[in-house]
């Protein structure tokens, strides 16, 4: 077995577009982690979901956390506060962090259900797991922030910690399975980046050299996305292989 690394971060991201929960370990199933990005904030008339990379509006969305407590996500906001989505004064607490009127809908496609009108349909198909590397940080940093870059801005499911130059090391891994803890991966395609990665967000200022520095150098593409052959237990410092055949 060819040894990659170590896992760094896993995390969850129960509401798409707001920052997630950094978890200590936790099964991926065959749909990845569960309840990651399963609900979404939407216009309240439209029930267009959120787009803060396309709509200066949802930016203020980045500002926002959730986790998972219960069945339900909570919504974390700047002054502290943490409300269900069950909670009746959270829709007077989201439309004073916005300025407008905003609902939490769950996505169609994770209820597994799509003609109700209380259901947001997602923008684009996600991924079971979404992989990045330390390694690719690192050249990133290089390129666009000397004071480096932090993994938030691209929401990965997990983060691999990686001894080897700064390169777009996990580009080389598309079409093999790779195990990563207890569960294997196999990596389909490299990660199309958006404007959601030079937005500001808590203790990151703005930076737009981040995507112009993906867009020049790596045709767009930072990190990786895969399917998941064999569901099991992931848990940070644990080791990921390339399996022998």
């Given at each position: 077995m060819k040894l990659l690394g170590t896992i760094k971060e896993i995390w969850r991201y129960p509401i798409s577009s707001l920052g997630g929960e950094q978890l200590d370990s936790v099964e991926i199933t065959q749909d990845g982690i569960a309840q990651d990005r399963t609900w979404c904030l939407a216009d309240a008339l439209s029930r267009h979901p959120a787009a803060p990379e396309k709509e200066q509006?949802?930016?203020?969305?980045?500002f926002l956390f959730s986790r998972l407590t219960s069945q339900y996500p909570e919504?974390?906001?700047?002054?502290g506060a943490w409300l269900s989505i069950r909670d009746a004064r959270l829709v007077a607490k989201l439309r004073s962090h916005f300025g407008f009127d905003v609902s939490v809908l769950p996505y169609s496609k994770a209820c597994g259900r799509t003609s109700d009108d209380y259901l947001a349909t997602n923008r684009y198909d996600?991924?079971?797991v979404h992989l990045l590397t330390t390694s690719s940080l690192d050249l990133l940093s290089n390129l666009a922030s000397p004071s480096g870059i932090d993994s938030r801005r691209f929401r990965p499911t997990i983060t691999l910690q990686t001894s080897a130059e700064p390169e777009f090391l996990e580009k080389a891994w598309i079409g093999k399975r790779l195990q990563i803890g207890q569960a294997v991966l196999?990596?389909?395609?490299e990660t199309k980046r958006c404007g959601m990665t030079l937005i500001a967000q808590p203790g990151l200022d703005e930076?737009?050299?981040i995507l112009r520095s993906i867009l020049r150098h790596n045709r767009r593409n930072l990190g990786i996305y895969c399917t998941v052959d064999t569901p099991g237990l992931v848990t940070t410092g644990a080791p990921a292989y390339i399996p022998a055949l």
């Open positions: 509006r949802w930016r203020p969305a980045l919504i974390g906001f700047p002054d996600p991924s079971p196999h990596a389909i395609e930076t737009p050299e």
